[in-house]
């Protein structure tokens, strides 16, 4: 039976095209499933922003493999952007683990294979939803479902002993959120196109109002629900994915990108917002967090509207990375100019959760 690509899966544009010879002579001589040697098809996934990814079907003499390429993007690029190669190292340190993750197989650091390094690992079938209201499901019970294991998977891995699965070096402990928002506010300086007051009065009040309480466990740092797949019939994450932003860090701050959906809507992505919980079937933000702190045996979340307006801070300076790259043309989606008007409004949304004056 021949392969078939997921229907999410399309021809490159220009910029991201591969060399699918020289790919294919690297996964045979670095893929065990593809050491007969064979022919190539890429295919790039919509969506993802950062890091170009393909859907790589492997046609060879030992039968046809379905694989996933994460690549760093073509161009100039900031200092410490598009790890693939601390993606590769976290998914293999947390195979066989309570935390669903892909089976990462091999990675590739010389750039002449494909012009820049990659990882590849094996496809992973299911669905993966853009909209938090999960349109196609079953009902409120599936979706109710698909949110419970949602926050169980997070709960997985901030319950990782990070240093038994060789990850005591992945990050510093101790003081994420500060070093966060200077890492960030750096980002967005570098990246900066115009003047966007209510990012300067959100990056002024996260730098002097750092929570208190400090702890460090394993994140994921991009924890969303487009971002973990779900088996195509069962509400069960099969897999979380896109790993670029992973660390040593405060737990709370994935739980509370998360919570992204329950305040706003990104290009392309559906909202929480104005949502009936009851009829969906699915949690209040109130709901979800609780749900959350139940599993990982904590109280009440202190300086919980820091850690929003903080996801959102990143989240505007990330947006304002993709927008730039659109300008220069790298961006990986056709989208992405889009994001230049969210990065705005992703800065007044921040301030009025922190309650700081926009500018």
């Known amino acids: 039976m021949p392969l078939v690509p997921p229907k999410s899966a399309r021809p490159p544009r220009e910029a991201h095209r591969l060399d699918e010879p020289s790919l294919a002579r690297w996964l045979a001589a670095n893929v065990d499933a593809c050491r007969g040697g064979g022919v190539v098809t890429a295919l790039q996934f919509q969506g993802g922003q950062s890091n170009p990814t393909y859907w790589i079907g492997f046609s060879g003499p030992d039968g046809d ?17 598009h790890a693939v190669e601390r993606e590769y190292r976290v998914m293999r340190a947390l195979a066989g683990s309570d935390v669903p993750v892909p089976d990462a197989l091999a990675l590739c650091e010389d750039p002449a294979v494909i012009g820049t390094p990659f990882f590849v690992m094996r496809h992973v079938p299911g669905r993966i939803f853009w909209d938090p209201q999960l349109p196609g499901t079953s009902g409120p019970d599936e979706r109710r479902a698909i949110y419970d294991d949602l926050v169980r998977a997070l709960a997985a891995l901030h319950r990782v002993d990070y240093a038994a699965v060789g990850l005591g070096d992945y990050g510093k ?5 500060p070093r966060q928002v200077q890492r960030w506010s750096r980002q967005y300086e570098a990246s900066r196109t115009g003047d966007v007051p209510a990012m300067e009065a959100l990056m002024a009040f996260l730098g002097k109002s ?20 779900i088996a195509a019939n069962e509400p069960r994450a099969l897999a979380l994915i896109d790993w670029e932003l992973s660390t040593l860090g405060h737990p709370v701050s994935d739980l509370a990108y998360l919570c ?41 979340i202190e300086d919980w509207p820091y850690f929003m307006a903080f996801g959102i801070f990143r989240l505007a300076a990330i947006a304002q990375g993709v927008y730039k790259r659109s300008l220069q043309g ?28 926009a500018g």
Do not use: Q, W
Request: overall charge negative; hydrophobic content about 40%; some cysteine.
């Open 260 to 300: 992204m959906g329950y305040h706003l809507a990104l290009p392309g992505r559906g909202s929480l917002v104005g949502a009936d919980f009851g009829a969906l079937g699915i949690p209040d933000e109130k709901g979800l967090v609780e749900m959350y702190c139940k599993l990982t045996g904590r109280g009440e």
């Open 210 to 229: 750092a929570p208190k309480h400090d702890e460090t466990t394993l994140v994921h740092g991009d924890y969303r629900i487009d971002n973990v797949i």
């Open 173 to 177: 402990v101790g003081g994420f959120v």
């Open 330 to 357: 790298n961006a990986s989606s056709e989208s992405a100019g889009a994001f230049g008007a969210a990065v705005f409004a992703l800065a007044d949304l921040g301030c009025n959760i922190a309650g700081v004056r």
């Open 65 to 81: 493999v379905e694989l996933v390429l994460r690549k760093k993007p073509p161009g100039e690029l900031l200092p410490s952007a």
